[in-house]
């Protein structure tokens, strides 16, 4: 009799830590990462004056709509969160506000570097020849293929990334996305990848980074094939 207790003791005592291992893991899924940061964040941006973002009491005379909260200002509030360091990897960047944000965490003294294509680095437009001459470090990935990542590293632990170039034409025309998180499991695959192509192109570290591409009259404010920047 005892016997028979105890088997059924030892199976109610496993069906309890079966439940309870199932009832874990479903709490972790539902509520883990709740004190993560997520925010997802739609474009094109709502036409808005973003000074507010930059200089919050200075008094904007401009025509346009002020204090909105925009998609626009949304991004620009986490791209100058940054405290340390802004690691940005992006396939066109000739989008003035965002290039303004981040002149003004590089006169901060933060540590900023920046991935890029080579290909269109050099339209019309982009501000990577501005943020180069400003003292920034910016290596150029070239090949056969393009390197078309659009994403940022804040701090090494916000990551910002989606379909958004940080162009004019994306962020005022374009329907586009851009997710923001702070969840490590989300956040460390792309500060790997980060680190990878910067020391896979670094010329300090291994000479393959050629110069920087020149601003050709033929190809002024568009694609090499013809297309738009966007």
């Not at 005892?2 to 893991?25: P, R």
């Not at 293929?145 to 910002?160: E, N, P, Q, T, W």
């Amino acid at each position: 009799m005892s016997a028979v207790w105890t088997l059924k003791a030892l199976g109610l005592g496993a069906l309890a830590l079966t439940l309870s291992v199932e009832v874990w893991a479903w709490f972790f899924r539902r509520f883990g990462s709740k004190g993560f940061l997520k925010e997802v964040i739609f474009f094109p941006t709502e036409l808005a004056c973003v000074e507010h973002v930059f200089e919050p009491t200075f008094q904007c005379l401009c025509p346009l709509p002020h204090g909105l909260e925009t998609s626009l200002a949304r991004l620009l509030h986490h791209v100058l969160s940054a405290k340390s360091t802004l690691d940005i990897c992006v396939f066109a960047f000739s989008n003035m506000d965002l290039s303004r944000a981040v002149l003004a965490l590089h006169s901060r003294g933060l540590v900023i570097r920046i991935l890029t294509d080579k290909d269109y680095s050099g339209i019309r437009g982009s501000q990577i020849g501005p943020l180069r001459r400003a003292g920034i470090r910016v290596l150029y990935v070239s090949g056969t293929v393009h390197m078309h990542h659009k994403f940022a590293l804040v701090d090494g632990r916000r990551l910002v990334t989606g379909s958004l170039n940080w162009t004019l034409q994306a962020v005022q025309h374009n329907k586009e996305n851009v997710m923001v998180t702070e969840e490590p499991r989300l956040v460390t695959p792309f500060v790997r990848e980060f680190q990878d192509m910067w020391d896979a192109n670094d010329p300090e570290s291994c000479g393959r980074a050629g110069p920087p591409p020149q601003q050709g009259a033929g190809r002024q404010g568009t694609w090499p094939n013809g297309g738009v920047a966007s």
